[in-house]
């Protein structure tokens, strides 16, 4: 019985550990991202070349919308539109052309995103631009993003990610990943480079310098999460990753429990890919190295999914009121409260004058249970290309920023 106690105490007071890890952590950074970020110092003044990607997988109709948007754009400097066609029809990849946009037309077995962009740099002549921007097929650029790109190229970076946000919260749903989306911008990227690091990528509304992006794509492979592992090739050569808080791209964000749990499938998916395949290297690039940096990556990969950790903190928090071992309910709910504070002070004021939000929150047993299913779905990941469905939206008057 004693031997029992005393394994029952260790393993959830092992878990205890690793759970508060996970709070104070995000905590930090939350706290972390209300530091006020120095302005750009641009020493070089000048209009680059850009080349703006748009990856489309069999997307016809909003690929339309989002290409002539960004025809429209407005910069000092010179750029030019392509979007790499993965199974678009015929008719529109005329339309596109009509507009001016540049088609360059991809064919895989098995599509992936970092194919798709490794592909079309290997056609566009090497001298021709100093930078490419990557967008996604539903992304609308705020009026300033290419020359905010621009001036932060001028301020001696090669990486840059934008604040990209939602472009419509029509649905419970969608302003629930529209909140999610905007903590993950407060922790991830506004709170790391507040205090020197990093900034996190997400994969869209971000920009590289062409040469670079194209030797950081070589080898990418079919990866599920190809923002990730260009995270950590950036890191893994001391790179610092600029963050562009007020400068934003309009992104369309879930609407249904369906698409919520493919998207989550793949970024679940993701997670358990670079843990496994980085693990082992963190702590080299922190011993050997001394990259912090890298080490910083792996850790993120190591930490579970917010929705989760909710989820999973409460279930401990009333297990313990009935379970003879383990933690105090106290210490699982000065978790929950850790937890609630690091969300709710990262959480922009804006979306706490809204209606919606009670109602996001009632969603948020269901967007569980969608994340538990995502957990047994992850294989699905690695056998198709789980691509997010989009409709065509137009950037709504009460997300401006």
């Known amino acids: 019985m004693f031997l029992l ?4 105490n260790s393993i959830l007071y092992a878990i205890g550990v690793y ?25 070089v003044k000048k209009n680059r070349r850009i080349c703006v990607l748009i990856p489309a997988y069999r997307e016809n109709e909003v690929v339309l919308e989002t290409s002539r ?18 199974g678009l029809l015929p008719e529109t990849v005329s339309k596109l052309k009509s507009f001016g946009v540049n088609v360059i037309e991809v ?17 566009i002549p090497a001298n021709k631009y100093d930078i ?5 097929v539903d992304n609308i650029m705020g009026s300033d993003f290419l020359q905010e790109v621009n001036n932060a190229f001028g301020a001696g970076y090669r990486v840059v990610q934008a604040h990209r946000t939602a472009k419509n919260m029509d649905s419970s749903f969608a302003f629930l990943d529209a909140c999610n989306e905007e903590i993950n911008n407060h922790i991830y990227r506004k709170g790391h480079f507040a205090v020197g690091m990093s900034s996190a990528l997400i994969g869209s509304g971000m920009a590289f310098g062409f040469s670079y992006l194209k030797d950081l794509l070589k080898g990418i492979g079919e990866t599920v999460g190809e923002d990730k592992e260009l995270d950590f090739r950036i890191v893994k050569d001391q790179e610092r990753i600029c963050y562009l808080d007020k400068v934003y791209v309009y992104d369309e964000k879930i609407e249904n429990a369906k698409v ?16 496994k395949k980085y693990a082992g290297e963190g702590v080299v690039q922190l011993v050997k190295h001394g990259n912090f940096e890298f080490f910083n990556k792996v850790v993120q990969a190591f930490l579970v999914p917010r929705v989760l950790l909710i989820g999973i903190l409460g279930l401990f928090f009333l297990s313990s009121f009935l ?21 709710f002070i990262a959480l922009p004021a804006r979306f706490y004058k809204s209606k919606q939000l009670v109602q996001a929150l009632v969603q948020l047993p269901y967007a569980l249970f969608c994340m538990v299913k995502a957990l047994f779905q992850i294989k699905k990941a690695k ?19």
């Open 107 to 123: 064919f895989f077995e098995k599509s992936t995103k970092g194919k798709a962009l490794s592909t079309a740099l290997d056609q």
């Open 132 to 136: 490419a921007a990557i967008l996604d």
């Open 383 to 401: 056998t198709s290309f789980l691509s997010t469905p989009h409709k065509v939206k137009s950037v709504s008057a009460e997300v401006n920023v």
């Open 260 to 275: 919520f749990t493919q998207q989550r499938t793949r970024w679940i998916a993701a997670q358990v890919e670079f843990l």
């Open 5 to 8: 106690e005393l394994l029952g």
């Open 323 to 343: 379970l003879p071992v383990g933690p105090s309910p106290l210490f699982w709910g000065i978790q929950l409260v850790m937890l609630s504070a690091a969300l």
């Open 69 to 86: 948007a960004a025809m429209n754009h407005q910069y000092n400097g010179e750029f030019d539109v392509y979007v790499i066609a993965d």
């Open 19 to 43: 759970l508060l890890f996970n709070c104070c952590y995000l905590l930090f950074f939350s706290l972390a991202g209300h530091k006020k970020i120095k302005p750009l110092q641009v020493t």
